[in-house]
Nanobody
């Protein structure tokens, strides 16, 4: 199995910034499409951002466009989520997900939870007003 470990969550002020990291185990990281999702208690997990296995394509939920940036460093087996201009409504547990080796993602696949094979444990992001 693939292990994904998120880090970088914590407290931030509205308008502030935070960078999340997701470290993946194994040597096939570059074969995985990756995504970030978030979830608040009582609600379903929702798509935040996705990135193709080589990093050439990125996708974002409308709610974070222009504020969040997803990137990856395949040499470090790590995907990042740079979050700027944070809002209180961004408060959630953020999860990193991997699509699995040699799995081709369409644009719409990035926002579909069922298309991801592996999930991290989550990291809490809290934004105060």
């Amino acid at each position: 199995q693939v292990q994904l470990v998120e880090s970088g969550g914590g407290l931030a002020q509205a308008g502030g910034s935070l960078r999340l990291s997701c470290a993946a185990s194994g040597r096939t990281f570059s074969s995985y499409a990756m995504g970030w999702f978030r979830q608040v208690p009582g609600k379903e997990r929702e798509f935040v951002a996705g990135i193709s296995k080589r990093g050439e394509d990125t996708y974002y939920a409308d709610s974070v466009k222009g504020r969040f940036t997803i990137s990856r460093d395949n040499g470090k087996n790590t995907v990042y989520l740079q979050m700027n201009s944070l809002k209180p409504e961004d408060t959630a547990v953020f999860y990193c997900a991997a699509g699995g080796g040699s799995v081709w993602f369409s644009q719409s696949d990035y926002s579909r939870l069922a298309r991801y094979a592996y999930w991290g444990q989550g990291t809490q992001v809290t934004v105060s007003s």
